[in-house]
């Protein structure tokens, strides 16, 4: 994978943790070193010239992994970084990671950009303190690396982590906004940026925030090395993507992958690309291309993604690279702008509205014996957040552990396979972001239908509204409905679609539902997606860290039982035990 390692290590040790990296034969390396100090970073070379960038001077050597738009001398900046890290790094805006040494000094430093979207990681448990893009490199300096099963119910519970855990107890993951120093004494990180939390109303803001957006697609085109694609859903954020982008560049390529069940975001997503003039791809596979990316997909994301969130991947590792186009991607675009914590929730207890986020339980396949508080990381989010609003806590919270545990995480695949730009990583759009009005965000309905929470937060709607370019007259794929209709009837058609009693036609036998997202449906008609769950799941039952009668029973239950569904905790799980056999993890 394209990325970084080093730390307070030597030439031997910096190129046994590069040997643990995935690597493509186009990759090519940079290196810098002082101090006792190393770093390796992997990139795409020519493939992407402005994804990366090395300096090597007399007082201070850097590496940037990424791109700062806007950034003509890295030299200089690497000096700028050196001297006055917090102010230099401010102001920087872009999707990065940045490491650099000073000649003088027995440290290195590593930097990740303002919303962690090139994930990191460390380790100061072991005798030389290290980093890494990925959690393999770290788990093999340990003596006796072993699961963090704490971390593991989290992940099995709310599909992400709060805090810095990862799956291997000992590595845990650097925070956005980060500045970590690795020296002789250890691992010591401080925070460079905060942002400027302002929830109050602001009548220009959808336009305001449009605006914004399409300037930081100006300036990352600008980084682009040749053609461009993006994944178009059908949906409303990405036809927010569509229609900006399409004002920077006419022509991009647009991908659209079958995983609604009645497949209604690839008439809409058609319908987008031909308003916009840009080509659209349906792209599907078969459950053999699936199974055979799902190491490669656990390895990648350092087991973080469960693979029900590997759809794309299929295409990432057997199309992107021949494409030679530059994804445009912005993950996490509508829960940044109020689609996942409701306003209500802001005006309560910081840690009511974060516990309401578990999805699930992880007693159903955990072993009895393990005992962990699933809990605790959050509060201890929140007691470091002391001095902050609640409203602000909540916002902080899920800016620093949500959107990069459960979004970016897959970004590491994704960007593995070819040239990647993010498009909500600029400056003036998070400051936007941190103005989000309280009226933006997903809400109830109004009594006597309090019950019901709308299906849409209002700022994804006025944003879709806002493009018009014509893409705002398009129905969009959750609802069925354009986003120029009032959002009470959006949350009524989607409920009404969502709810009607169709059982009958979701039968597994039935042709147009067995597509990738419908697991059940494979494991039944699939053998060889059938086998590869059954044998991770044998596997898993074997650990001190399931329980094998639990197991048993929710895999007799998926298989016999046509009204109920485990397949979020049968993908965990074997997730898990995926990477626990790739590290050799003790549990």
Known sequence: ?????????????????????????????????????????????????????????????????????????????????????????????????????????????????????????????ADEPAFASNVAPLARLLDSPSVNAEAAAQLISRDFIFGDGTLVKGVRRISPATVARFGSDGVETTRYWTPPYDDSPKETYAADAVAAYERYLTRIDDTIPGEAGIYLTGGLDSRVLAGLLSRVRPQFSTY?????????????????????????????????????????????????????????????????????????????????????????????????????????SPSPVLADNVDVDIDAPLYAEIERRQGMRESEIVRDVLLFDFYPNYHYSKLAAIRSQGPTRFALAGNELLTHVAHLPADGRKQRARPPFDA???????????????????????????????????QWLHTLTYKLWTNIPIASLRKPHLGFLRKPHNFRSWYEHEPVFRNFVDAKLASAADRDLFSATKLDRILDEQRNNPFRSHVEYISWVTTIETLIQQLNLDT
């Open 1 to 125: 994978m394209v990325g970084l390692v080093g730390g307070t290590v030597d030439d031997a040790r910096l190129s046994e943790m590069r040997s643990y990296i995935h690597s493509e034969s186009w990759y090519e390396s940079d290196a810098i070193a002082g101090g006792g100090c190393a770093a390796v970073m992997l990139h795409h070379g020519d493939r992407d010239p402005r994804g990366a960038s090395v300096h090597e001077g007399p007082e201070a050597s850097g590496l940037l992994f990424g791109t700062i738009p806007g950034l003509d001398d890295f030299g200089e900046f690497v000096r700028s970084v050196a001297d006055a890290p917090e102010e230099a790094l401010a102001g920087a805006e872009g999707s990065f990671l940045l490491v650099w040494t000073s000649r003088h000094r027995d440290e290195i430093f590593l930097a990740t950009d303002k919303l962690s979207s090139r994930i990191a990681f460390y380790t100061d448990v």
């Open 256 to 360: 659209t992958f079958d995983y609604n069940p009645t497949r209604t975001n690839l008439k809409p997503a058609s319908r987008l690309a031909s308003a916009i003039g840009v080509p659209n791809e349906a792209v599907d596979f078969s459950a053999a291309e699936f199974v055979e990316i799902i190491e490669t997909g656990v390895s990648l994301t350092s087991g973080l993604v469960h693979w029900r969130n590997y759809f794309t991947f299929p295409f990432v590792f057997n199309r992107l690279p021949e494409t030679g186009e530059t994804l445009v991607l912005n993950l996490a675009q509508g829960e940044l702008f109020g689609d996942f914590v409701r306003r209500e929730e802001l005006d309560g207890r910081a840690a009511a509205a974060l516990l309401g986020k578990q999805k699930r």
């Open 452 to 486: 019901i929470e709308h299906v849409n937060a209002p700022m994804k709607l006025r944003l879709a509204r806002e493009v018009d370019d014509g893409v705002e007259r398009i129905r969009s794929a959750n609802t069925q409905l354009p986003p120029t209709y009032p």
